[in-house]
C-alpha cells in the first residue's frame, strides 16, 4: 500500500477531509417516513418519454411522504455531453409541470451538477486511497485489451479483477517509479476478496427481495490523471451524492439493477448506509409477434419532445404515465387520478405498453372537458413556438376563435373530440377562419369530385340558395333552405329514393346538402352546417357560396 504522504500529494494541499462535507451536509430535519428521491438526467442527450415517466413517480413518492424531491445533473460523462440537452430538460419538466424541491437554482445540499462537485469526490477518493480500499492503476488500453483477450480466449468471465488486475497488489515503489515518469493514471476500487463465486442478497421496493451475483471487478472510481477537471465515474459519484444530498429512496431503471452489488460494495467501504432502490420496469412498445423497450434511436415517440411539439396537453400525458405506473390511477377521472399517490409496491414487474392510440383517446376526452378560452390559452401558448402564423389569426379573430369552438361543445351532453393535440386545430378548425380558409375555385373544384353532381346544377343550385339565404338561429328552419331548393333542383328527397333510380336526380337531399357543406368548409366532413353559419356569419357565409359559383357579388 501507498505511504499516506505519497498519496496525499496526489490531491491538493487544500483538499477538505470527509468530515467537513459530512458537516456541509447534515442529515434533514424530516418527519418520520419521509422520502427523499432524486432524478438524475445525464445531458448525453434528448429527454426520453421513460424519464418523465421515472421523474412523475420520484415527484409523488417525495411529495406524498413529506419529503423532498431534487434534480441533480450527472454530466460527469463530458466527452458525451449534447449541446442543449440541459435547455431540453427544463423545457421538458416546465411544460410536464414536473418542479423539483432542489435544483442548482435552490438549494442547501448543492452544486446540484457533478461536473461543479470534483472536490467533494476527491476528498472520498482519497480518503479510500489512504485505507487500502482503492489504488491506482497505470493499466494502458492495449494491456487491457489483451487481458480481455486472453479471458474470452479461456471462456472465463472478462473484467479486471483477482490475478487480472495487474496494479491491485503492485509493489509501491512500481507505483512510484510510474508517478515520477509522470504516467497517466486511473484509480480503481478494490474489490473485496472473495466475491468470485459470492451471491448478494437485497430487497428493492417494488421487486422484493432480489438476488445477484457479487461485484468482483476492481471498478474505476476516478477517472485519469491527465483529464481535467478530475471526475469520477457514475458509480463512485452515485454514491458519493446520494449519500450526502440524504436520498433515502432511489428510483431508477431496471437496468440499474447489476449493479447494486458494486454500489452496496461503495457504500459499505466508505462507510454510509445503503441506499434504498426501487427499480421501475422500462416502457415498452409493441411490435409484431411481441413487444421491446421504447427506443431513442427507433421510436419518435420515445422522445418527450414529440409530445410537446405535437401538443399533447401536460395532463393528458401525466395521466396517462401514471395510469401506465399504477392500473389503478387509469380507471379514475383524469382530475382525481392526478392527485392520488403512486404507490410503488403497485407499479408492475413487466414493462407497460405506449400506446399512442390510447394515449389520444385520453387526451380527446380531456379537451372536450375544457371550456373554450382555457382551449384558445393552450392552443395559441403551443402555436406561438411551433405556428406562428396561427398566432396572429387568433389574435386578430378572438371572437371567431371561441364561437368555433363552442359549436357542438356548448351545452351539449356529449361534446365533440376533435381535438387530440394542439396542433390539431389547424385541421380541425382551420376552416372557420378566412386568413386560412381556401375558397372553392367554382363548380369544378376538385373537392367537390366525390359529390358527382354536375358543376352546373352546382353552381346554380349554390346561386339560387345565396339569393335566398336567411341567416336562421333555428338549426331545423336553417336546414329547410336546402330542403326546399333542393326539390325546386330535382334533387331526391333522400338517399332511397336516388339509389332507385339514379339517372332521375342531379343526387339526393345528401348531395345538395354536402354541396353546401364544402362550400363553407372545404370538406364532406364537419361540425353541424347550421352551427358553422352561425359562427361563420352572413357575410363570410356569402362569400365562400359565391366563390363556389364562380365568383362576383351574390344575394344578401
Not at 501507498?2 to 494541499?13: G, H, M, N, S
Not at 396572429?392 to 356529449?414: F, K, P
Not at 332511397?496 to 345538395?512: D, L, Q, V, W
Request: proline letters at 7%; glycine letters at 8%.
Amino acid at each position: 500500500m501507498l505511504d499516506r504522504v505519497v498519496i496525499d500529494a496526489l490531491f491538493p494541499a487544500d483538499l477538505s477531509e470527509p468530515a467537513h462535507w459530512e458537516q456541509r451536509y447534515p442529515s434533514r430535519e424530516l418527519p418520520e417516513g419521509a422520502a427523499v428521491t432524486r432524478f438524475g438526467p445525464s445531458p448525453t442527450g434528448f429527454v426520453h418519454i421513460g424519464g418523465v415517466y421515472v421523474a412523475t413517480i420520484d415527484r409523488d413518492v417525495a411529495t406524498n411522504s413529506g419529503g423532498v424531491y431534487l434534480v441533480r445533473v450527472e454530466d460527469t460523462d463530458q466527452s458525451r455531453e449534447v449541446e442543449g440537452a440541459l435547455a431540453q430538460f427544463a423545457r421538458a419538466f416546465d411544460y410536464f409541470g414536473i418542479s423539483s424541491d432542489e435544483d442548482d437554482g435552490h438549494g442547501d445540499y448543492g452544486p446540484y451538477r457533478q461536473s461543479a462537485r470534483e472536490r467533494i469526490y476527491l476528498s472520498y477518493v482519497r480518503e479510500l486511497l489512504r485505507h487500502g480500499k482503492a489504488y491506482l492503476c497505470f493499466a494502458t488500453k492495449s494491456e487491457l485489451a489483451d487481458i480481455t483477450g486472453r479471458q474470452q480466449a479461456a471462456k472465463i468471465p472478462t473484467g479486471y479483477y483477482g490475478s487480472w488486475a495487474i496494479w491491485r497488489d503492485a509493489d509501491p515503489a512500481a507505483v512510484q517509479a510510474k508517478l515520477a515518469d509522470g504516467a497517466p493514471y486511473v484509480v480503481r476500487f478494490r474489490a473485496p476478496d472473495g466475491t468470485t463465486d459470492q451471491r448478494v442478497r437485497f430487497t428493492d421496493v417494488i421487486r422484493g427481495d432480489l438476488e445477484h451475483e457479487a461485484n468482483r471487478n476492481d471498478t474505476v472510481i476516478l477517472k485519469s490523471s491527465d483529464q481535467s477537471p478530475r471526475l469520477p465515474t457514475y458509480h463512485f459519484a452515485h454514491a458519493v451524492d446520494d449519500h450526502l444530498m440524504r436520498v433515502t429512496l432511489v428510483i431508477r431503471g431496471e437496468e440499474w439493477i447489476s449493479s447494486v452489488p458494486l454500489h452496496l460494495q461503495l457504500f459499505d467501504a466508505l462507510g454510509f448506509e445503503p441506499m434504498t432502490y426501487a427499480h421501475i420496469a422500462p416502457l415498452m412498445k409493441k411490435i409484431s409477434g411481441g413487444k421491446r423497450k421504447l427506443s431513442k434511436r427507433s421510436d419518435p415517440e420515445a422522445g418527450v419532445d414529440f409530445y410537446i411539439e405535437a401538443g399533447y396537453p401536460a395532463e393528458a400525458v401525466l395521466y396517462y404515465l401514471r395510469g401506465l405506473a399504477n392500473g389503478r390511477l387509469a380507471e379514475l377521472p383524469l382530475r382525481q387520478a392526478l392527485i392520488t399517490p403512486i404507490r410503488l409496491a403497485q407499479c408492475g414487474v413487466d414493462g407497460p405498453l405506449v400506446d399512442l392510440v390510447k394515449l389520444e383517446d385520453i387526451s380527446a376526452d380531456h379537451i372536450a372537458t375544457l371550456p373554450g378560452p382555457e382551449i384558445l390559452g393552450a392552443v395559441r401558448t403551443w402555436a406561438a413556438q411551433f405556428d406562428p402564423e396561427l398566432v396572429t389569426v387568433l389574435d386578430t379573430e378572438h371572437d371567431l376563435a371561441l364561437r368555433a369552438l363552442a359549436v357542438e361543445r356548448d351545452g351539449v351532453d356529449n361534446p365533440r373530440k376533435d381535438l387530440r393535440k394542439w396542433s390539431d386545430f389547424r385541421a380541425a378548425y382551420g376552416f372557420f377562419f378566412p386568413q386560412l380558409f381556401a375558397p372553392l375555385s367554382g363548380p369544378t373544384d376538385e373537392r367537390l369530385s366525390p359529390l358527382g353532381v354536375d358543376p352546373t346544377i352546382a353552381a346554380s343550385f349554390a346561386q339560387n340558395f345565396a339569393d335566398g339565404y336567411q341567416h336562421l338561429d333555428d338549426p331545423q328552419e336553417w336546414f329547410n333552405q336546402i330542403r326546399e331548393l333542393a326539390a325546386k333542383h330535382g334533387f331526391a328527397p333522400n338517399a332511397k329514393e336516388y339509389k332507385k333510380n339514379p339517372a332521375a336526380y342531379p343526387g339526393s337531399i345528401r348531395e345538395a346538402s354536402q354541396l353546401i357543406r364544402v362550400a363553407l368548409t372545404g370538406s364532406t366532413r364537419s361540425p353541424d352546417l347550421p352551427a358553422i353559419t352561425q359562427a361563420l356569419g352572413a357575410p363570410e357565409v356569402l362569400r365562400r357560396l359565391c366563390a363556389l359559383v364562380g365568383g362576383g357579388a351574390t344575394g344578401s
